[in-house]
C-alpha cells in the first residue's frame, strides 16, 4: 500500500512570510508528484508538479523534491491571505494516491 | 475545451433511498477516478476507470456502492440504499492517460445529504 504522509496542521504564517509545505511518501520507486490547492467548499485544483530532484519554480511557489529522503515540499513565498487553504501533496504511480492535506492559514 | 463537470451539484434525500450522481470527464481522458471527501477530511479513493481494463474498486466503502463507465466516458456512481454516513461530497476528477506523468483534473463535486 503506497502512502503519502502529510502534516494535517494548521501551519499558520503571517502576510508575507514564507510557508513550508512538506509530504513524504513511501515508495522509494516513485517518479511524479503533484501539488493541489482545495479551498473550503470547492474541489482541488493543480499548482505544481514535479518529476525530477532539486527545485522546480513558478512564480511564488516552489516544489522541492529529494527523492533519497523521499519527501516533496512546496514553498510558498510571500505568503498572500488568499493562499489559505488545505494543500494537497500526491504521487502518481500509475494511479493517484493523496494525503490527507495539510491546512495553510496567513494572517494579515 | 469544458473541464469535468458532476450533477447534481447538490443532492438531498431520505435514507434508504437510491442515488446516481454522475460524472462527465474531460474529452479524451481515459482515466476517471471517484473520491468522497467527507467535512474536514481527505480524499477517499473508492473507485479508479482506466479505459477499457477492469475498474479498480478496491476503495469502495460496501456493496452499496457501485459505479459504471459507458464507452470510456460517462461514469455514474450509484449509492444504493443510503445511509446518514454517506453524506459526504463526491468527487470525480479525469486524467489523460496511466502514465505517471499526468495530471488529474477534478469536477466541482457533488454534494450529497442523506436525512
Known amino acids: 500500500q503506497k502512502e503519502v504522509e502529510q502534516n494535517s496542521g494548521p501551519l499558520s504564517v503571517p502576510e508575507g512570510a514564507i510557508a513550508s509545505l512538506n509530504c513524504t511518501y513511501s515508495d522509494r520507486g516513485s517518479q511524479s508528484f503533484f501539488w493541489y490547492r482545495q479551498y473550503s467548499g470547492k474541489s482541488p485544483e493543480l499548482i505544481m508538479f514535479?518529476?525530477?530532484?532539486g527545485d522546480k519554480e513558478d512564480g511564488r511557489f516552489t516544489a522541492q523534491l529529494n527523492k533519497a529522503s523521499q519527501y516533496v515540499s512546496l514553498l510558498i513565498r510571500d505568503s498572500q491571505p488568499s493562499d489559505s487553504a488545505t494543500y494537497l501533496c500526491?504521487?502518481?504511480?500509475?494511479?493517484?494516491?493523496f494525503g490527507s492535506g495539510t491546512k495553510l492559514n496567513v494572517k494579515p | 475545451g469544458a473541464g469535468v463537470s458532476q450533477s447534481p451539484s447538490n443532492k438531498v434525500t431520505e435514507k434508504g433511498k437510491d442515488v446516481e450522481l454522475r460524472c462527465d470527464p474531460i474529452?479524451?481522458?481515459?482515466?476517471l477516478y471517484w473520491y468522497r471527501q467527507s467535512l474536514g477530511q481527505g480524499l477517499e479513493f473508492l473507485i479508479y476507470f482506466q479505459g477499457n481494463s477492469a475498474p479498480d474498486k478496491s476503495g469502495l466503502p460496501s456493496d452499496r456502492f457501485s459505479a459504471e463507465r459507458t464507452g470510456g466516458s460517462v461514469s455514474t456512481l450509484t449509492i444504493q440504499r443510503t445511509q446518514q454516513e454517506d453524506s459526504a461530497v463526491y468527487l470525480c476528477?479525469?486524467?489523460?492517460?496511466?502514465?505517471?506523468?499526468?495530471?488529474?483534473?477534478f469536477g466541482p463535486g457533488t454534494r450529497l445529504t442523506v436525512l
Open positions: 476528477a479525469s486524467s489523460s492517460g496511466q502514465g505517471r506523468y499526468n495530471e488529474q483534473f
Open positions: 474529452s479524451g481522458h481515459t482515466a
Open positions: 514535479i518529476y525530477s530532484n
Open positions: 500526491a504521487v502518481n504511480e500509475n494511479k493517484f494516491y
